[in-house]
């Protein structure tokens, strides 16, 4: 499967900061997929991105997908604690066995 | 949306012992996979599970390690045999749905073999 880099791979602010966690191929997807794990369970799907330069909010996350559908971004705009855990996204290369290419993953720690 | 549950939500085993984990969806899908997830790492796929036929392993797994069933829409099983302590790790089951772009994750199993 293709990868996907994701960077930074730790992240470490103070509740009240902002942050940003990149996700970047040289390969196209149909979709991207970014999720949230918190210790002891399992990926909780957060937003799929679908269109070029499409931009979806959450709340306080902002999640991008470039123009080339090769990259995407998620903004976390005044942190709060809650927020941490690990974000990983996942690209679909909308190949026929439906596999996801996932990132290695970025570990957020927000400090109170 | 899907709701995934998994049984055991976590073990601790004897080296050289197998366990099965099992996986049932509320709704009926299309794809069903299994994942291992190492601590602090990323998700590795180990195959994908097919209803009614033999899954489809990636490089790395096999299916006397790793035997999995899928005997209908919305439940599958992945057995981990003749454990060792590199085999602790967490183990997910994912669904894709049929027609969308959205796959989602079990709670996972945390198996930890001594």
């Known amino acids: 499967t293709q990868l996907l880099e994701q960077s930074p791979q730790f992240l470490s602010i103070q509740e009240g900061e902002n942050l940003t966690v990149y996700c970047n191929s040289s390969?196209?997807?149909?979709?991207l997929q970014w999720y949230r794990q918190e210790p002891g369970e399992g990926p909780v799907l957060l937003v799929t991105?679908?269109?070029?330069?499409e931009v979806k909010k959450l709340k306080r996350l902002t999640f991008q997908f470039g123009d080339a559908r090769k990259d995407s971004s998620l903004h976390i705009t005044a942190a709060q604690t809650g927020d941490t855990g690990l974000y990983l996204c996942?690209?679909?290369?909308?190949?026929?066995?439906?596999?996801?290419?996932f990132g290695a993953g970025t570990t957020v720690t927000v400090r109170a | 949306s899907a709701v995934i549950s998994q049984k055991p939500s976590r073990d601790i085993c004897q080296r050289g012992t197998s366990l099965t984990i099992q996986c049932q969806v509320d709704?009926?899908?299309?794809?069903m996979f299994w994942y291992r997830q190492q601590p602090g790492q990323s998700l590795t796929l180990i195959a994908t599970?097919?209803?009614?036929?033999?899954?489809?392993?990636e490089s790395g797994f096999v299916i006397d390690k790793f035997p999995i069933s899928r005997p209908n829409l919305t439940f599958s099983t992945l057995t981990v045999s003749n454990m060792s302590p590199e085999d602790s790790s967490i183990y997910l089951c994912?669904?894709?749905?049929?027609?969308?772009?959205?796959?989602?994750f079990g709670p996972g199993t945390r198996l930890t073999v001594l």
């Open positions: 991105v679908v269109t070029g330069g």
């Open positions: 599970a097919n209803q009614g036929s033999e899954a489809t392993y």
């Open positions: 994912s669904v894709r749905l049929v027609f969308t772009d959205t796959q989602y």
């Open positions: 390969s196209v997807f149909s979709s």
């Open positions: 709704s009926q899908v299309t794809m």
């Open positions: 996942a690209g679909d290369p909308r190949s026929n066995d439906y596999k996801l290419s």
